[in-house]
């Protein structure tokens, strides 16, 4: 392809990445972009990207689709930012003891694996209160712009590497499966019955919260930094008042670097944010 072909390649693929979810052509570099989409796209022996691009252009939602779930990026892992999740049990082990049901959220889930971590939490939790165990009423909802990754996350069977730097206690909560040589860790029916996922776009122009908003806990975390800065503060401000008024924020290391913290929020350390509503950390 001649280089003036792949610009305009690359320019047709930022104004539908822009056009499909918000992202903003300067934090994903549309070059890279662009190559790993047709890279992608050549290996599974499907159309070509300026196929699919020219199906996108025309209104067709699946190749709309298609172009959204080769042009996120998913990577994700089991206990991603070690210091997150010492803070969410603490926050957890007061709500068991208040007897109130918890809602938590997982609103760029990729794969599930911050969904299923933030549900070993509770577990954990949950352990630490046997008599306050059985009537403790938790939900987890994961979401994510990827139908691809979220039928990952439903599948719920991840290797060694996905695992993360997941403690060895915590990998006790889920089944060993796979073979020796490609091993597989399963999430068990009993946490299943915590955890949902389903689409939705952060990004989206008319905003309708999750029906199970108010959150006690949301992991808003390594997806805003993919988008421009309006949309991050459109996001932000969105996100923010699904919290309770009592409710905690985790972003990630980067997300934290961003100057985010606004009037809907402060700042609480570890890139977590707390209610401008609540005086205290919780
Ligand atoms: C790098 S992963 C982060 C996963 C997880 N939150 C973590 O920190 O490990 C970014 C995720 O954000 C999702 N995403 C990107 N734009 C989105 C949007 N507008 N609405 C919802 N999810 C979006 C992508 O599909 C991807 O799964």
């Not at 699919?52 to 990026?73: C, F, H, M, Y």
């Not at 990998?171 to 389903?198: C, E, I, K, N, Q």
């Not at 980067?254 to 944010?273: F, M, V």
């Amino acid at each position: 392809m001649s280089a003036a072909g792949l610009d305009l390649l690359i320019e047709r693929t930022s104004a539908q990445l822009r056009q499909i979810s918000g992202v903003a052509d300067a934090g994903i570099k549309p070059g890279v972009v662009a190559s790993r989409v047709a890279a992608e796209l050549l290996a599974r022996g499907e159309p070509s990207l300026s196929q699919l691009l020219d199906s996108a252009e025309g209104g067709d939602a699946t190749a709309k689709t298609e172009l959204r779930n080769l042009l996120t990026v998913n990577y994700s892992c089991f206990w991603r930012e070690p210091e997150h999740w010492p803070i969410l049990a603490e926050h957890l082990c007061l709500r068991i003891q208040s007897g109130a049901p918890l809602r938590m959220w997982s609103a760029a889930c990729a794969r599930g694996e911050e969904a299923w971590t933030m549900a070993l939490v509770a577990t954990e939790v949950a352990t630490r209160f046997p008599t306050l165990a059985p009537h403790w009423d938790w939900q987890v909802l994961g979401t994510d712009i990827d139908t691809t990754s979220l039928d990952a996350a439903q599948i719920a069977r991840y290797t060694l590497e996905e695992l993360g730097p997941l403690p060895p206690r915590m990998r006790t909560h889920l089944l060993p499966s796979g073979s020796d040589a490609a091993p597989r860790w399963a999430v068990p029916a009993a946490l299943r019955d915590h955890v949902h996922f389903r689409h939705l776009d952060l990004a989206q122009a008319q905003w309708q919260p999750p029906a199970e908003a108010p959150f006690d806990a949301i992991f808003l975390s390594n997806v805003l930094i993919y988008l421009d800065r309006v949309t991050q503060e459109r996001i932000l401000r969105n996100v923010a008042a699904c919290l309770r008024p009592d409710g905690i924020l985790f972003t990630s290391r980067i997300e934290g670097n961003l100057g985010l913290a606004s009037t809907h929020l402060k700042a609480a350390g570890s890139c977590t944010y707390i209610t401008a509503r609540t005086a205290r950390r919780p």
